[in-house]
């Protein structure tokens, strides 16, 4: 089985900034990638960014500049740094973690979902 659990978000102000973590457990043995999705009240989900095992990573066109992605393989855990927040960022953030292998079914890999956790910007 395969956890993943988000944290780091909270309220915070336009203009500043936010840290999220998301940390995977359970008997792992490799994840191909990891990434932040967001979903905004009354909207869909949208992709937020993604990082692989080797450091590569991808944006979604209107998150580049203010969202840096990051991953310590060592801790199976993805960070996402928020900068210059704006209200419009408010939004339940989900972790994905893509291509997972766990050792009791080293043939087959699979994708997996955190619970997410809130981030609200106020003007």
């Known amino acids: 089985q395969v956890r993943l659990v988000e944290s780091g978000g909270g309220l915070v102000q336009a203009g500043g900034s936010l840290r999220l973590s998301c940390a995977a457990s359970?008997?792992?043995?490799?994840?191909?990638?990891m990434g932040w999705y967001r979903q905004a009240p009354g909207k869909q989900r949208e992709f937020v960014a993604r990082i692989t095992s080797g450091g590569s990573t991808n944006y979604a066109d209107s998150m580049k500049g203010r969202f840096t992605i990051s991953r310590d393989n060592a801790k199976n855990t993805v960070y996402l740094q928020i900068d210059g927040l704006k209200p419009e960022d408010t939004a339940l953030y989900y972790c994905?973690?893509?291509?997972?292998?766990?050792?009791?079914?080293?043939?087959?890999?699979?994708?997996?979902w955190g619970q997410g956790t809130q981030v609200t910007v106020s003007s």
């Open positions: 994905k973690a893509g291509g997972v292998v766990v050792t009791t079914h080293p043939w087959a890999s699979g994708d997996y």
């Open positions: 359970g008997s792992i043995s490799s994840i191909n990638f």
